[in-house]
Nanobody, 125 residues
């Protein structure tokens, strides 16, 4: 299993970034996928998750409508579009595989079994 995130960088407050995650080594379309982040000196926190077909998405409260998660199962790719970025969004972002099963139309984050290398997002004020 490999998950390789990319697309991070340095951006000013209010700017945008699009993160990508390339998945290999497993049947991507069989798994819910998530984005997590870890700020300096803090623990990891869940950002967003998406169902196997992309029809169900969920976001942490702090996102406040600024991010969008999507996936392309034909390309084994996961994305996170981040708009109106804030300094507190500065963190290492990484994609992760969620092995849990959920009822149709429902998603509530329960954990991951594998995460890849992260991509750094830095928002300057």
């Amino acid at each position: 299993v490999q998950l390789q995130a990319s697309g991070g960088g340095l951006v000013e407050v209010g700017g945008s970034l699009r993160l990508s995650c390339a998945a290999t080594g497993f049947t991507f379309s069989d798994y819910y996928m998530t984005w997590l982040r870890q700020a300096p000196g803090k623990g990891s926190e869940w950002v967003s998750g998406i169902s196997t077909d992309g029809g169900v998405t969920m976001f942490a409260d702090f996102v406040e409508g600024r991010f969008a998660i999507s996936r392309d199962n034909s390309k084994n790719m996961l994305y996170l579009q981040m708009d109106n970025l804030r300094p507190e969004d500065t963190a290492l972002y990484y994609c992760a595989r969620d092995p849990n099963k959920y009822p149709a139309g429902v998603y509530y984050y329960k954990g991951i079994d594998f995460r890849g290398q992260g991509t750094q997002v830095t928002v300057s004020s």
